[in-house]
């Protein structure tokens, strides 16, 4: 089946520093995401990419959709204490256009 | 967006016993789903519920499990039957709406089994 491999699993950063995680595949996928999951809630939807290379940024985050449409990564800059969470890719391919795979997780933790 | 609200929020439920999850949207979606979270895991789909007929239940995941209802547009159900330890889990409903592209998440229902 369609799995999607997410890197780090965690990170232990200080606050201010720059943060990037990434997913790949085997698969190719048309929409790759990005959620962001707090404890204790479900998550939510950071950044969502539609097109082989687009790069697209919300705030200080910057997400792209690999040229080979099998990966996408996520970039977070001068980190701030509310960036603590976990950070789920997930992405929809070809067939059974509705649903999502999600990837492992990234795990952020940040040092004040 | 869509609001989701999950009921219950958490529960402790005795293993054999059966828990119904309610996932309310404040407006019509086209879509809902329901995700497992385990432990320290990621999210994986248990169904796509459909309205008006049965569930389209993923690999791994039966109605008998896991029966799922969906009377109309803003309102689904799912039971976890026959409890055991290892169905302790986060359960999340998920749904897309008519005008935005992804999926929303409800917060969330954290159950334990004992």
């Known amino acids: 089946g369609q799995q999607l491999n997410q890197s780090p699993q965690s990170m232990f950063i200080q606050e201010g520093e720059d943060v990037s995680m990434n997913c790949t595949s085997s698969?190719?996928?048309?929409?790759w995401l990005w959620y962001k999951q707090d404890p204790g809630e479900g998550p939510v939807l950071l950044i969502a990419?539609?097109?082989?290379?687009e790069l697209t940024s919300n705030g200080r985050l910057t997400a792209q959709f690999g040229i080979t449409r099998k990966d996408s990564f996520l970039n977070i800059s001068a980190s701030i204490p509310s960036d603590v969470g976990i950070y789920f890719c997930?992405?929809?391919?070809?067939?059974?256009?509705?649903?999502?795979?999600f990837g492992q997780g990234t795990r952020l933790t940040i040092n004040p | 967006s869509a609001v989701i609200s999950q009921k219950p929020s958490r529960d402790i439920c005795q293993r054999g016993t059966s828990l119904t999850i309610q996932c309310q949207v404040d407006?019509?979606?086209?879509?809902m789903f329901w995700y497992r979270q385990q432990p320290g895991q990621s999210l994986t789909l248990i169904a796509t519920?459909?309205?008006?007929?049965?569930?389209?239940?993923e690999s791994g995941f039966v109605i008998d499990k896991f029966p799922i209802s969906r009377p109309n547009l803003t309102f689904s159900t799912l039971t976890v039957s026959n409890m055991s330890p290892e169905d302790s889990s986060i359960y999340l409903c998920?749904?897309?709406?008519?005008?935005?592209?992804?999926?929303?998440f409800g917060q969330g229902t954290r159950l334990t089994v004992v």
């Open positions: 998920s749904v897309r709406t008519w005008t935005a592209s992804e999926a929303f």
């Open positions: 698969s190719i996928f048309n929409t």
């Open positions: 990419l539609y097109k082989a290379g």
């Open positions: 997930a992405a929809r391919g070809v067939q059974g256009a509705q649903k999502l795979v």
């Open positions: 407006s019509q979606v086209t879509m």
């Open positions: 519920a459909n309205q008006g007929s049965e569930a389209t239940y």
